[in-house]
């Protein structure tokens, strides 16, 4: 099969590496504020399973339409031969450097996304870009890519692009989403007939691979709960040591683990979605930035008073319901006073043992203390909201996106609608609560069913956030 390949092409410091680099979901792509940075034309397949399924051209940007449309104008040739004979013309030509480069992938057969920023009026110049485009016969779709979101101009550019595109849409690459990727796809298509079946099959292919991608990620948080929920330290108590202080030493190591072990979800979410983990960035007020056992989180996550309540009951849980009561009843961040307070350890964490070994016969006393497993089922859901919190962010952080910016108060607002577990309804909040009780208990013949249907559920609300 013959890839489809669309050469995206435009004015300078119009957003077109920031198209490609979102559409090829490729983090290496530069992007720059400064125009004329893109100097040659670069080819940026999109993969799934590893296979190239359609090529996204990043060219350099216009910088003589005026002098190009002209010899146009003048060409009086079969129209087939209009490129070739133009780049064959001005081929050591130096001031037509850039429009000998983009002009080249659409001599080859490539077909034509043309962006612009429709937050400035239309000028003389975009449109001779415009008549370029349309006189090369190519296949060709306009997308406004509206950088700053303003949108004063939008309505005098789709008056203009309609008469030289076969379609227009509206794209903003810095923040698209995985459905709006889909609809510019399923777009394309209607571009050529020749294409649609090929078209077809790679927007089949991409939403596979997505979906793919959810499960690998419902697997990962699944295998993630496993063993952080039964995490514990212990250390044996020696004779005139401090219990209290032994007891601080274990709860900051256990801790570190649990930290440890989110990072790594994490950074495999990032992987999973083709980011560097070294350039993802979460929103500067995001609560993500607020450690693991932050008073803050334990406010902000997880559930309320009254749906933990319902959850612990519907589950049976009537330890976990005491504990939470009083967990609730105070502040929810009993993990701040963890490092200092070790009075804030018995609301959470279970407490020493006392072990007994046999030696020639005589039984000797050995006591061992133990911090953790962390012993509330409020624990479950801040977990699970912050790795939905997290994906959330990774799939709106478009490929083209290396700084939020100005971006940030929006995604942030948007976070705030999602309400993530609010959902949830009374047997999922159940399913939680048992599947947390189950694995703490080390109940094998229980957590079995359970981690199934856990895994489901985390797969259907990934789907949901990818349509957000």
């Avoid at 190519?138 to 008056?159: D, I, S």
């Avoid at 692009?161 to 227009?168: E, G, M, P, S």
């Avoid at 080390?442 to 259907?460: K, P, S, T, W, Y």
Wanted: charge should be neutral; include cysteine; hydrophobic fraction near 45%.
């Amino acid at each position: 099969m013959n890839l489809p390949v669309f050469a995206v092409i435009g004015h300078p410091n119009e957003g077109k590496s920031s198209v490609v680099a979102t559409l090829a979901e490729n983090d290496s792509i530069r992007i720059s504020p400064t125009p004329g940075e893109t100097m040659v034309s670069t080819a940026y397949p999109v993969l799934v399973d590893g296979q190239p399924v359609i090529t996204f051209v990043d060219t350099p940007g216009f910088q003589n339409p005026l002098q190009t449309l002209g010899w146009m104008r003048k060409y009086e040739g079969p129209d087939e031969e209009l490129l070739p004979r133009f780049l064959k013309e001005f081929e050591n030509d130096p001031g037509l450097a850039h429009e000998r480069e983009l002009l080249r992938p659409v001599a080859e057969g490539a077909g034509v996304i043309y962006v612009l920023d429709a937050s400035r009026p239309v000028r003389r110049v975009d449109l001779a870009e415009m008549e370029i485009l349309r006189r090369t016969g190519r296949p060709r779709m306009a997308v406004l890519n509206c950088k700053t979101g303003e949108e004063a101009f939008l309505e005098e550019w789709k008056g203009e692009l309609r008469k030289h595109f076969n379609i227009v849409r509206t794209f903003n690459a810095l923040r698209a989403t995985f459905a709006e990727r889909v609809r510019l796809l399923e777009s394309l298509r209607a571009l050529e007939q020749d294409w649609e079946k090929s078209l077809d099959r790679i927007v089949d292919a991409f939403t596979r691979d997505w979906f793919r991608r959810n499960r690998e990620c419902a697997a990962l948080v699944c295998d993630f709960l496993g063993r952080v929920l039964v995490l514990s330290e212990s250390a044996t108590l020696g004779e005139g040591e401090n219990r209290a202080r032994l007891e601080s030493a274990l709860a900051a190591k256990l801790k570190e683990r649990l930290r440890s072990e989110e990072s790594r979800l994490h950074g495999h979410v990032c992987a999973l979605f083709r980011h560097e983990a070294t350039l993802f960035d979460l929103p500067e007020h995001s609560v993500l930035h607020q450690d693991l056992f932050a008073r803050t989180t334990w406010r902000v996550l997880g559930l309320n008073r009254a749906q933990l309540v319902t959850a612990a009951t519907a589950a049976g849980a009537a330890t976990g319901v005491a504990v939470d009561l009083a967990t609730l009843g105070t502040s929810l961040g009993v993990f701040a006073a963890v490092g200092g307070a070790i009075t804030g350890l018995a609301a959470l964490f279970k407490g020493e043992k006392l072990a007994r070994h046999k030696i020639m016969g005589l039984e000797l006393g050995q006591r061992t203390v133990r911090v953790g497993p962390v012993g509330t089922v409020q624990w479950m859901f801040i977990l699970l909201d912050r790795f939905l919190l997290h994906y959330w962010y990774v799939i709106r952080w478009a490929h083209a996106l290396r700084d939020h910016g100005e971006l940030s108060t929006e995604v942030l607002a948007e976070r705030e609608k999602l309400e993530l577990n609010t959902p949830w309804d009374r047997p999922t909040r159940k399913l939680c609560a048992d599947y947390f009780q189950a694995r703490q208990e080390g109940d094998d013949a229980r957590l079995v069913g359970l981690e199934q249907e856990l895994r489901r559920f985390i797969e259907d609300e990934l789907k949901r956030l990818s349509f957000l």
